[in-house]
């Protein structure tokens, strides 16, 4: 697993550069210290993972990440930062980021590069537990999008949390039937992932009073 970390702290890139590499499937490629950094080592490097800070000079991390995935759209973009500000939380989940992780816990960092590698999208517990109701804001028709009724109930158990096979068991179909659902129905609302769907989902339905 091919791994490009960037960090504004010179000191912060290294330590984690010792902390992966104690993996021997973990080889550490890159290290860069903004966002301009962080792009053209996207693009001549070719990561699995990008690994990489929010506040950083004069390019954040969230304006790298725009561009990398304006120009790669599969590119998996872990963010870790002591910030767990709420902006930069719904801003990261919009952008299509793979992850956002504080960077206290230092012994969750590989796991959640490993997850992320597998196609996993991983949020730390204080980001999660606060997901719902950063989002719930706005108004949004869903049937002009053409989602029907049964895909709009699909799009309520994901943004639930629930897994493919968990829906699957809810509304009696195969998992491989609501995996092609899933997949129409991020083609319809132009989404990546089933992580965009939720955040999607909750900024588009308002909080019930």
């Not at 490009?4 to 210290?33: Q, W």
């Not at 301009?36 to 506040?55: G, N």
């Not at 500000?85 to 960092?109: C, H, T």
């Amino acid at each position: 697993m091919k791994i490009v970390i960037v960090d504004d702290d010179r000191l912060v890139c290294e330590s984690l550069k010792t902390i992966l590499e104690t993996d021997e499937n973990v080889t550490v490629v890159g290290m860069g210290h903004d966002g301009r950094e962080a792009e053209s080592l996207y693009d001549s490097l070719s990561p699995d993972v990008l690994l990489m800070d929010i506040r950083m000079g004069e390019v954040s991390g969230l304006q790298a990440a725009e561009a990398i995935l304006d120009a790669h759209p599969q590119a998996r973009i872990l963010f870790l930062t002591t910030f767990s500000d709420d902006e930069y939380i719904v801003r990261a989940l919009r952008l299509g980021a793979r992850g956002y992780i504080i960077k206290q816990n230092f012994e969750s960092i590989l796991p959640a590069l490993k997850a992320v590698y597998t196609g996993q999208n991983v949020f730390g517990d204080a980001v999660m537990e606060r997901l719902p109701q950063l989002l719930q804001a706005g108004q949004s028709d869903f049937s002009r999008y053409g989602i029907t009724d049964k895909e709009m109930e699909l799009i309520r158990l994901v943004a639930q949390g629930l897994s493919n096979r968990d829906i699957a068991k809810e509304l009696y179909l195969s998992e491989g039937t609501i995996r092609n659902y899933l997949s129409t129905i991020l083609d319809k609302l132009d989404l990546r992932d089933r992580t965009q769907l939720a955040v999607f989902y909750y900024h588009s339905t308002p909080p019930k009073i």
